[in-house]
T-cell receptor, first 114, second 116 residues
């Protein structure tokens, strides 16, 4: 069965510094990988996805994510954090070998401090 | 509509009562999903519709939970004999096509259910 792990409940970073939010996954086949962001009292918003091809994926709001198959990782990154990036971030995976819907991690709360 | 609309945004009920939560997906989206998000957790899959039929209901926790999508658009999640453990935010999402592939899900703001 597919699963996602987000090892950090909370990430704190100073404004202007680079940020990384970690995600590892487990699937039996090849993965489709996604990052979503959730602001207070708002629905989850899509940031980016990896399907195939280039391991570095660029998404909305200056975010990017790197797919590392050898480590089964899909970490979310941004070169320079903004206070407005403070939110809850979810990694999600779909296993191409199984006809199953998207499975989400438990989320990581990012706090960017001015 | 422009986005996924969920009503009510908040519902407070008493243990044992019946609850209905409504989802109006993006016009033209054939796939509709229900997820449940408990405090401090990620969204947990409940059920997925492709058109009018439930293509995958493996996430429904028990037979108190039921969902319908009679005309392939609006969906209703129904919870019978509610329990305190049902308290959560119920999220609805839709996508242009089905659950397979790399289709992006668009989520609504959710319906927060509190069972007293």
């Amino acid at each position: 069965a597919q699963s996602v792990a987000q090892p950090e409940d909370q990430v704190n970073v100073a404004e202007g510094n680079p940020l990384t939010v970690k995600c590892t996954y487990s699937v039996s086949g090849n993965p489709y990988l996604f990052w979503y962001v959730q602001y207070p009292n708002r629905g989850l918003q899509f940031l980016l996805k990896y399907i195939t091809g280039d391991n570095l994926v660029k998404g909305s709001y200056g975010f990017e994510a790197e797919f590392t198959k050898s480590q089964t990782a899909f970490h979310l990154k941004k070169p320079s954090a903004l206070v407005s990036d403070s939110a809850l971030y979810f990694c999600a995976v779909r296993d191409l070998a199984e006809n199953t819907p998207l499975v989400f991690g438990k989320g990581t709360r990012l706090s960017v401090i001015a | 509509g422009a986005g996924v609309s969920q009503t009510p945004s908040n519902k407070v009920t008493e243990k044992g009562k019946y609850v209905e939560l409504r989802c109006d997906p993006i016009s033209g989206h054939t796939a509709l999903y229900w997820y449940r998000q408990s405090l401090g957790q990620g969204p947990e899959f409940l059920i997925y519709f492709q058109g009018t039929g439930a293509a995958d209901d493996s996430g429904l926790p028990n037979d108190r939970f039921f969902a319908v999508r009679p005309e392939g658009s609006v969906s209703t999640l129904k919870i019978q004999r509610t329990e305190r453990g049902d308290s959560a935010v119920y999220l609805c999402a839709s996508s242009l096509q089905g659950a397979t592939g790399a289709n992006v899900l668009t989520f609504g703001a959710g319906s927060r259910l509190t069972v007293l």
